[in-house]
């Protein structure tokens, strides 16, 4: 048996049967958290996150973790025995990490393309532009974190958007700027410090990858996923408004931000007019009565999910892989069904 079969028919079947299977079940949970009409839609973002993500990270992280765990301490001697009657030189679970690793790294190229930065520009406008952003945030308590870290930039189409991974900044188009007041200005740039605390461009790239590595996957979570990002936009309005945004002047500048097929995916303007009017009624009737912080989220995103993955990376190594034996030795038996 050549050894490319469990690495890249194991792959396959992580890809179509397993990865699938794990969408499912989030589906499930979605599901029952999004009919949930006591917390209404901004009700457990943080929990339906985990969900979205972890459908796809934790099996690959599991996989991954086992199967270099198994190159390195043979404890795959049964399913190498079956295959080669020895289990002295069993590389296929290293190679299996690797291609699959591989897989990972191919699929997330698309999404990380998308998710780059505009490009910054040194123009007189946009020079004049940065003295008229640092004087509104110099004004504002809330938006003094964003003091360095506001960007000017004259690429076509672009509005408002946070980009950047570790340290998010906050891209302004001359164009956009050009059109809105400075009260509508600092409105928007409330609702992204929002996303730059939160490190919603690393939360977002890294929810993008799990549903672009999970292909079968992607169309049972999309819908979801879709409604999480409304509804985290949503939930940035508020906290903005909360902390001192006026709600009116915001409204008008997510309408003026927002055009189809905009390419930055943590941005101010919506693209979808359902989740426009959401948005816009939300913050009119903000404007007569002031939001509070009614909806529990629960635990950070961050620290939840880093501690779901640790235990995803270190669970082969205490527990065993006795599943991803089953999956070496189910490949190379299909495989020699398949050849008689």
Not at 120 to 130: I, K, Q, R, V
Not at 287 to 306: D, I, K, N, W, Y
Request: one cysteine or more.
């Amino acid at each position: 048996m050549i050894e490319a079969t469990f690495p890249l028919l194991g792959v396959a079947f992580v890809a179509l049967v397993v990865l699938p299977a794990f969408a499912l079940l989030a589906k499930v949970g979605l599901v029952m958290l999004e009919r949930d009409e006591v917390g209404g839609p901004l009700h457990g973002l943080n929990l339906r996150y985990v969900l979205l993500s972890g459908s796809s990270v934790l099996p690959i992280a599991w996989l991954l973790s086992a199967g270099l765990h198994q190159a390195e301490s043979g404890t795959s001697a049964h399913a190498c025995l079956f295959d080669h009657e020895t289990s002295e030189l069993c590389l296929e679970p290293g190679f299996f990490s690797l291609v699959l690793a591989v897989f990972v790294v191919a699929s997330s190229f698309g999404t990380m393309w998308r998710h780059r930065a505009a490009r910054a520009s040194s123009s007189d406008a946009a020079h004049a532009l940065l003295r008229r952003l640092d004087r509104i945030a110099s004004n504002d308590p809330v938006l003094a974190s964003l003091r360095g870290r506001i960007v000017v930039t004259d690429d076509h189409g672009f509005a408002l958007g946070t980009h950047g991974l570790l340290r998010p900044r906050v891209f302004v188009g001359t164009a956009f700027a050009g059109r809105v007041s400075d009260e509508m200005l600092a409105s928007a740039l409330g609702h992204e410090a929002q996303h730059v605390r939160a490190l919603d461009p690393l939360r977002y790239l890294i929810l993008r990858v799990a549903l672009g590595v999970n292909p079968v996957g992607r169309a049972l979570l999309e819908p979801h996923f879709a409604r999480w990002q409304a509804a985290r936009e949503a939930h940035c309005d508020r906290e903005a408004v909360i902390l001192g945004a006026a709600p009116l002047p915001l409204a008008d500048a997510i309408v003026i931000a927002a055009r189809p097929g905009a390419r930055e995916p943590v941005a101010l303007g919506a693209r979808d007019t359902a989740v426009l009017k959401f948005r816009i009624g939300m913050l009119l009737a903000f404007s007569e009565q002031a939001p509070t912080r009614c909806c529990h989220q629960g635990l950070s995103t961050f620290p939840v999910a880093m501690v779901l993955l640790l235990v995803a990376l270190l669970l082969p190594h205490h527990t065993g892989t006795a599943v991803l034996d089953l999956l070496h030795t189910s490949t190379e038996r299909a495989l020699t069904y398949f050849w008689r």
